[in-house]
């Protein structure tokens, strides 16, 4: 079984900063693809930011210019850096990954997070 935990939330005012990460543990194979995800109240969960296994990354356009993802794999953690932070950008964040479990045979999982809160107010 593989758990995902982030961490790094909190209060922040706006144009601060904050870093986010998330950290895999349990049977893990690999880690492939690896997104972050956020959801406001009221709101749909948004994808924010993806990274595959060969640090390949995309953003939303919401978010371009100011986040930044990046993963340790001797870790096996990812990382949001979240820069100019705005009202906008409150909402829980979440950790979602594809993970190769070992076994037989190997397994491939999508698995998400627990959240993180992120609050962006004066």
């Known amino acids: 079984q593989v758990q995902l935990v982030e961490s790094g939330g909190g209060l922040v005012q706006p144009g601060g900063s904050l870093r986010l990460s998330c950290a895999a543990s349990?049977?893990?194979?690999?880690?492939?693809?690896v997104g972050w995800y956020r959801q406001a109240p009221g709101k749909q969960r948004e994808l924010v930011a993806t990274?595959?296994?060969?640090?390949?990354?995309n953003y939303a356009d919401s978010v371009k210019g100011r986040f930044t993802i990046s993963r340790d794999n001797a870790k096996n953690t990812v990382y949001l850096q979240m820069n100019s932070l705005k009202p906008e950008d409150t909402a829980v964040y979440y950790c979602?990954?594809?993970?190769?479990?070992?076994?037989?045979?190997?397994?491939?999982?999508?698995?998400w997070g627990q959240g993180t809160q992120v609050t962006v107010s004066s």
């Open positions: 349990g049977t893990i194979f690999s880690i492939n693809r």
């Open positions: 979602n990954a594809d993970v190769r479990t070992m076994g037989v045979p190997v397994r491939l999982d999508n698995y």
């Open positions: 990274i595959s296994s060969g640090g390949s990354t």
